[in-house]
């Protein structure tokens, strides 16, 4: 313990009181009898005090009411056998000030040994704004829309949040003081076991959805499908691991269903491709024999027949040639790049090669995107050719305009055609629905491969056309930059 050289009575307080004035936290200087005998600034300015009232009081004026008696008795106790505690080592208390309010107070205690007796130098620091950074963290935590779990070094559970508890069906109390294997079903517990200790050894930051999905397992002893996060936190009681929990159950349903639909588009895709496309190609082959042996001698309106069968046998070709079309829109093709809209939509009109009479102009933004050019130009093609092939006058104009929505171009292809009934503006986006087939050739699957091309790169599509009025507006929203959740 240390020792001071001159008597207590002959300390130079005066000079003692200017090198504690220089510190930032309080201190305080009390005999073995409890006994105030001196102060800093800082610890006036704490509880509220001037520096002449606090002397010669016992130490308990500076507690609730409720706390004196038990911390004479603490003091008395520490006094027998007084030892260094240092602030941070757990010694908090609740002080209160002159005016009666309370606050949350760290203590930090050194004996010191003078020939006049023991006296113990007391360091005081106001922990309020901590405590209220804790509290407002232990709120965010439990009010965070994922499961968080606080685990001690040894596996064992000291908090939860209600979205914890909320997806494995216990209570916090239930919880608390349980190993973290709770959570596991019983045949995972062991393995589980190793990759903590492993983890402890060398614990790191593990993003969710990095590694491996595991399962949890419910109070009511349901499995569930859990991803987990992990990050290790140094705090002054060691490292402590905060682990966040998400069930992803739908996630996996919603997978498992996506992974059903694709295997069934494949093995309709196959199917297009060999099942109905064959058969087709050995009737045509039949049509053209048959036409073959009757030669010169074939009545005409077993010609006119056979021909009858050709046209239907090229629809029904063209028709699954447009199913297949259909099939792979709602895949993402090929990979983004930089795209100049004015080259893309003028590449369009050049491919489409609008009759004469027919007039399309290009306005707004026409820079540069990030995208698949493929799938836009497919989109482009469709709405514009469908404008001009419905078209009842021999002369149009297609208007064709480009602004920008945030992180989406917005595409106007606004026609002056007859117009779309409203109560077709729905029907024209599902596959086989067109409003005019006079020739026959029109199988009703543009619109509907383009909603879909749309869709599948995260915009939308709308269609604009007001009723007893002429022309069409088609509208839609396509990324203006490469995402990593639409371009693979």
């Known amino acids: 313990m240390p020792t001071l050289a001159r008597p207590a009575d002959e300390i130079d307080w ?13 201190v305080v200087i009390c005999d073995q009898n409890d006994k105030i005998i001196q102060h800093n600034t800082e610890l006036s300015s704490l509880f509220g005090y001037e520096h002449q009232e606090l002397i010669g009081k016992p130490i308990e004026i500076l507690l609730p009411e409720e706390s004196q008696q038990q911390h004479r008795a603490q003091f008395m106790a520490y006094m027998s056998n007084p030892e260094k505690k240092n602030m941070g080592m757990g010694r908090e208390y609740l002080g209160r000030r002159k005016d009666g309010s309370i606050f949350p107070v760290e203590v930090g205690l050194n004996p010191v040994e003078t020939p006049s007796g023991h006296i113990v130098i007391a360091t005081v620091a106001d922990i309020s704004h901590r405590r209220s950074t804790e509290k407002n963290f232990q709120k965010i935590v439990d009010e965070a829309p994922i499961g968080m779990l606080l685990v001690d070094v040894d596996g ?3 908090h939860s949040n209600r979205q914890l508890v909320n997806i494995f069906g216990y209570t916090q109390t239930e919880l608390l003081g349980n190993p973290l294997e709770i959570l596991l079903p019983t045949r995972h517990r062991e393995q589980h ?7 402890q050894d060398k614990p790191t930051t593990r993003a969710m959805g990095i590694g491996r999905d595991l399962t949890g397992l419910h109070k009511s002893t349901t499995e569930i499908p859990v991803e987990i996060g992990l990050n290790p936190i140094e705090t002054e009681n060691g490292t402590i691991i905060v682990a ?17 639909a694709k295997a069934d588009l494949d093995e309709f895709t196959y199917v297009a491709s060999h099942d109905l496309k064959s058969p087709l190609r050995g009737i045509s082959s039949l049509i053209e024999w048959i036409a073959e042996d009757l030669g010169d001698e074939m009545p005409g309106d077993v010609q006119k027949n056979l021909d009858r069968v050709h046209v239907r046998i090229n629809r029904m070709e063209k028709l699954i040639e447009d199913l297949l079309v259909y099939a792979r829109a709602g895949r993402k093709q090929g990979s983004s790049g930089k795209i100049i809209l004015k080259d893309a939509i003028n590449n369009v009109i050049q491919f489409i090669a609008p009759p004469d009479g027919f007039n399309i102009v290009t306005t707004g933004y026409l820079d540069e995107i990030q995208s698949s ?11 514009i050719s469908n404008a001009i092939k419905h078209h009842d006058r021999e002369q149009g104009t297609i208007h064709i305009n480009v602004s920008i929505d945030g992180s989406y171009c917005i595409f106007n292809i606004e026609d002056d055609g007859p117009g779309i009934p409203p109560n077709a503006h729905q029907r024209i986006f599902k596959l086989f629905q067109t409003l005019s087939s006079e020739d026959g050739t029109r199988s009703g699957v543009g619109l509907a491969i383009s909603k879909q091309l749309i869709e599948a790169y995260g915009g939308k599509i709308e269609i604009h056309s007001p009723e007893n009025s002429r022309g069409t507006c088609f509208r839609f929203w396509w990324p203006r930059f490469a995402r990593s959740d639409i371009n693979e």
């Open 14 to 26: 005066e000079l003692s009181l200017l090198v504690l004035d220089g510190l930032p936290v309080g």
């Open 156 to 158: 064992t559970i000291t």
């Open 193 to 199: 076991q190793q990759y903590r200790n492993g983890y």
């Open 244 to 260: 966040t929990i998400n069930d992803i159950s739908e996630r996996k349903q919603s997978e498992t269903s996506l992974q059903q």
């Open 373 to 383: 050019i493929t799938p836009l130009e497919t989109v482009l093609r469709n709405i």
